[in-house]
């Protein structure tokens, strides 16, 4: 079976500019969750979706936007690109909610550079 | 506020050797704790899970510990590899608002 997979896993943009990064989860896994790993540091939570619905949402400014599909792939929206928006964007996947004690799958991630 | 905290937060030891992650975190009330390995530009992979009832899980040469009096845990590596190489994560669940909070990571480096 496939993991959760990413896309792109590389890609630069420059300031000012859009960026949109996919994520499908596992087979049978209904929630994703977005997270933000900037260089040296542990990841950052950004939202959490759940049968399509937003389940939670860090403290991430409204530039980052997110939706889940009805396939429950997911999509993860970045407006008026910043130099500090520089990071791995991470995804995960997991049956059932976080609360559940359910492994989390984290897919490999995809790097953005703003320049 | 919600916080984890790891230390150290780099570590370097010889190949062969034990050694102990520590973990503390302020999260409350939390569902569980996780311990992830995150290889160099990889994502995270999973170790161990505990819930607060749990206060020991072991995953071949990984053995997690919760002390949820405490709020403290730790992570024992045995007979470490080349290949323990990475950071390792402590991850909080926090009850009833599906959010994890991470940890800023252990750096561990493993020399022959």
């Known amino acids: 079976d496939a993991g959760v997979t990413q896309s792109p896993t590389h890609l630069i943009k420059t300031r000012g500019q859009h960026v949109t990064l996919r994520c499908s989860p596992i087979s049978g896994h209904k929630s994703v969750s977005w997270y933000q790993q900037v260089l040296g540091q542990g990841p950052q939570f950004i939202f959490q979706y759940y049968e399509k619905e937003e389940r939670g949402r860090g403290n991430f400014p409204d530039r980052f936007s997110a939706r889940q599909f009805p396939n429950y792939s997911s999509e993860l929206n970045v407006n008026a690109l910043l130099l500090g928006d520089s990071a791995l964007y991470l995804c995960?996947?997991?049956?059932?909610?976080?609360?559940?004690?359910?492994?989390?799958?984290f897919g490999e991630g995809s790097w953005l550079t703003v320049v | 506020k919600n916080q984890v905290e790891q230390s150290p937060q780099s570590l370097i030891i010889l190949e062969g050797k034990n050694c102990t992650l520590q973990c503390n975190y302020t999260v409350s009330p939390f569902s569980n704790l996780r311990w992830y390995k995150q290889d160099t530009g990889r994502g995270p992979v999973s170790l161990t899970i505990m819930t607060f009832s749990e206060n020991t899980k072991s995953n071949g040469r990984y053995t997690a510990t919760l002390d949820a009096d405490t709020k403290q845990s730790s992570l024992h590596i045995t007979a470490s590899q080349l290949s323990d190489s990475a950071s390792y994560i402590c991850?909080?669940?926090?009850?009833?608002?599906?959010?994890?909070?991470f940890g800023t990571g252990t750096r561990l480096q493993v020399f022959p």
């Open positions: 995960a996947s997991i049956l059932g909610s976080l609360g559940s004690g359910n492994t989390i799958y």
């Open positions: 991850v909080v669940t926090v009850t009833n608002t599906d959010k994890l909070i």
